[in-house]
């Protein structure tokens, strides 16, 4: 099978940088050098923060490390909760750290995010566990929030906006699926059509799933098994065309819209996963970006 690539020349030359930090077999190697690799690659893609923006970290629960964005404007009581992707392995606050302050800036919202537990160490449901309890602390004061996440992050957003609805828990104005690993099954679409894709393997997939080890039919691990989506906050959901994702972000969206969820969805054609990281040197990851932005708005009222 011819190997899918895409052809913008932007996306090429980011994941050629990626690979400079974190080769494609970076899985093969110990957690701690996958860990060093990837906080390599993150600063590589470092970026200056907005003016005016402040931060602040703190800890709820006595243990769980959250980091407040504040913008120099601030147009909403709504907040965004993000959680960070890193296949529940690596990753940090800092990981995200210019991501998150460029979309609480763009958003004119503040924004919270988390370092939950990882895998292996860690293996589910405590990164779960970890976001569950950060949405209800945040949530304690009344303030609606629109809860965010990329990859792995998109699916502990997905799972914790299930249980939510489970445990009647209101308040969540929308949820923010960026690339999102949902729980497909590994052999047919995009897993099958994008195995070999740039950035991200189904066989990366897969060592990502070992390595959380949630249980392969509870819904809030794997969202796309849920047997009834109705009810559930409006969603903005993006995916990127060359990833073996992609499929999982499709089919959740046309769950969710078949539910009578409102649902804005994109799949980005030229991108491949972790294009977030590409915002600033490649054209279809700067517009995936403003749309991003223009998605985080609309469900925190500041469009």
Known sequence: MTRAIPTEPGILAFHKRCEDFYPADAIDASIAQQRQWYDALCAEFDAPSPEGLTRQDEIV??????R?????????QTRVFYIHGG????????????????LAHAAKA???SVDYRLAPEHVWPAAFD???EVLK????DGRPLVIAGDSAGGNLAAGVVLKARAEAIGGIAGQVLIYPGLGGD??????SEMAQAPGLSTADVSYYRDMLKAPADNAFAHPLKADELSGLPPAYITSAHFDPLRDDAAHYAQRLIAAGVNVTYRDEAQMIHAWLRARHMSEGAREGFLNLCRGVSGLVGTL
Do not use: M
């Not at 296949?87 to 460029?102: K, N, P, R, T, W």
């Open 61 to 66: 629960g006595g243990r769980i490390p959250l």
């Open 68 to 76: 407040r964005y504040r913008p120099a404007a601030i147009a909403t």
């Open 87 to 102: 296949g529940f392995v690596v990753g940090s606050l800092q990981s995200h750290d210019a991501i998150c302050a460029e």
């Open 110 to 112: 503040e924004l919270v």
């Open 130 to 132: 970890d976001c569950f």
């Open 137 to 140: 602390s945040l949530l304690a």
């Open 186 to 191: 590994l052999v047919s679409g995009s897993y």
